[in-house]
């Protein structure tokens, strides 16, 4: 299913209903899930428009077929995805909070949004028919993850990479982690983006190589 195309879930309910902790602006409820929630959110504040578009800039909109946004919270990486994206491509976001997955969907009912964990995003595009993905938009908290889940999601981003994909994650901590995506990944580029909240960036990263054994 592509942007396009109504979700499976909008058939049923095309507005389900919202718990109160849902409610309010992007900025708030972002707020509150960073109070309650902390490391697994990792973030207190929505990506801002510029860390949107640095996220998604130079993605070959025409050509790609299948992207796929991991960590989607409120939406501003989805929102520019969809603003580009061709009638031809799936669009597959993924949200582990079921509050900002109903906020993702009231805001995007065209959109494949789906209450899951990453790591299983092979599967979830394997059920929907597509054995590559083009471009992984990922805005996960992934240094604070336990290491072999955060490897899962690296390795199995990579392996599902068509000839020509990107990983791309979007940080907060800019270059910091340099490192780290260069031990998965033969070619990492940084873009700094400054106008956000806080300052952050965006690793680009292309050609997995396996993390070398310790
Ligand atoms: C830093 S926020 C990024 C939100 C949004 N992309 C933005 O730019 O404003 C990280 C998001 O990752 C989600 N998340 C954390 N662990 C996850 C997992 N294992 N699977 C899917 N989403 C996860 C959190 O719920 C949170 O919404």
Redesign the pocket.
């Known amino acids: 299913m592509n942007a396009h195309a109504p979700a499976a879930d909008s058939k049923t309910h095309p507005h389900p209903p919202q718990s109160s902790s849902a409610r309010g602006p992007d900025w708030w409820l972002?707020m509150k899930?960073f109070w309650s929630?902390g490391r697994?959110?990792?973030?207190f504040?929505?990506?801002s428009r510029f860390?949107?578009r640095s996220v998604v800039g130079g993605i070959d909109f025409d050509s790609a077929r299948c992207i796929v946004e991991?960590?989607?919270?409120?939406?501003?990486?989805t929102a520019e995805l969809v603003r580009r994206l061709r009638p031809q491509t799936k669009l597959l976001v993924?949200?582990?909070?079921p509050d900002?997955c109903a906020r993702l969907r009231a805001r995007f009912p065209q959109v494949d949004v789906v209450q899951?964990?990453?790591?299983q995003f092979d599967k979830l595009l394997a059920d929907r028919g597509h054995a590559q993905v083009d471009h992984v938009c990922s805005?996960?908290?992934l240094p604070s993850f336990p290491a072999p889940?955060r490897d899962a999601i690296l390795a199995t981003s990579a392996r599902m990479l068509a000839p020509g994909g990107t990983f791309r994650q979007?940080t907060v901590m800019p270059l910091i982690y340099y490192r780290m995506y260069r031990s998965y990944f033969e070619d990492v580029r940084f873009r700094f983006v400054p106008l956000n909240m806080p300052p952050g960036g965006v690793y680009v990263c292309r050609g997995y190589r396996e993390p070398a054994a310790v």
């Open positions: 972002m899930k929630k697994s959110i990792a973030s504040a929505p990506s860390m949107a991991l960590g989607a919270g409120t939406g501003p990486i993924i949200e582990l909070d900002l899951g964990d990453a790591c805005g996960l908290p889940l979007l």
